[in-house]
């Protein structure tokens, strides 16, 4: 993809912020996310787990999910895991896996079902024009919700639920926090921060500082071409002012999806300095 010209792309009449994100946006997600890989670095075998597919019937039919959880266990403590625009695609399962072996009920829903599969079409455009941008985020919330319904009734103790997200499920990490006030703690890995208001995505995590309920973890890259490391100290400080338990961590010489080990994105070390804060993250508040 060749990189745009982003002032050519912006109309006179931007004069704030927001507008100016709006127009940028876009192009410096597409930027960002952009090029993928066939295959995955980590593979995390499926022995002594219990891993496979189920449904759950939503408004407007079937959600399919992927779960995860320790073979033979119950009581165990929920994870929600929020996929990328790519779907929920090996990397994800993957990581419903390791968290499995850390003792969780991991579940990643296709939350782009009634829109559409990522996976057939060719182009990070393609998927945020003909998919994600018809996704609202009150149907992902419901759909979270049910996820977690779900999960009481397979084996997990809702009491002690969690949510991590990548990229465009970093942004809903965020916004489930201030969704769910049973949620225990999240880990938003590289989430969008701000950004216009539309009908269906009405607000970002920078508008619902203080609706959050739980404390929050933010693993941010410095070099990420869609999100500015001025949003992340941004939201940083808004929730420190308003009192939240939140932390940040902006790897330097990181750009965006560090930790998708199935794109040349990768970076070992981020990746894995970031899942130990993730298993501590967990460990004291789930």
């Known amino acids: 993809m060749k990189n745009p010209d982003f ?4 109309p006179r009449s931007i004069v704030n912020r ?6 940028t946006g876009a192009a410096g997600f597409a930027l960002a996310v952009q090029p993928v890989c066939a295959q995955t670095t ?3 075998d499926a022995a002594g787990l219990s891993v496979g597919s189920a449904t759950i019937t939503v408004d407007g039919g079937a959600l399919p999910v992927y779960h995860a959880a320790p073979a033979g266990k119950s009581g165990l403590p929920v994870v929600l895991v929020v996929q990328e625009i790519f779907g929920v695609h090996e990397h ?12 969780y009920l991991a579940v990643a829903p296709e939350l782009y079902f009634r829109q559409g599969d990522p996976q057939k ?22 759909d979270l919700d049910a996820c977690v319904a779900w999960a009481g009734q397979h084996g997990g103790d809702t009491a002690r639920l969690a949510i991590t997200g990548f990229c465009w499920g970093g942004r809903i990490t965020w916004l489930y926090a201030a969704h769910n006030p049973a949620l225990k703690a999240g880990v938003a890995w590289y989430g969008r921060i701000d950004g216009a208001p539309s009908p269906l995505t009405p607000k970002q995590p920078i508008d619902v500082v203080d609706d959050i309920k739980a404390p929050v973890l933010g693993l941010y890259g410095a070099k990420d071409q869609g999100i500015p490391a001025s949003d992340v100290e941004m939201l940083r400080d808004a929730l420190h002012k308003a009192g939240k338990t939140a932390d940040f961590v902006i790897y330097p010489e990181a750009g965006h999806a560090f930790h998708a080990d199935y794109r040349p994105s990768y970076r070992k070390a981020e990746a894995e300095d970031g899942w130990k804060r993730l298993v501590a993250w967990f460990g004291k508040y789930v």
């Open 18 to 23: 927001r507008d100016f994100l709006a127009a």
């Open 92 to 103: 994800i399962r993957d990581v419903c896996r390791r968290l499995a072996r850390l003792g």
């Open 7 to 10: 002032e050519s792309l912006l």
């Open 42 to 44: 980590i593979s995390t």
């Open 121 to 142: 079409l060719d182009s990070v455009g393609a998927i945020l024009d003909g998919i994600v941008s018809k996704v609202p985020d009150a149907q992902v919330m419901s």
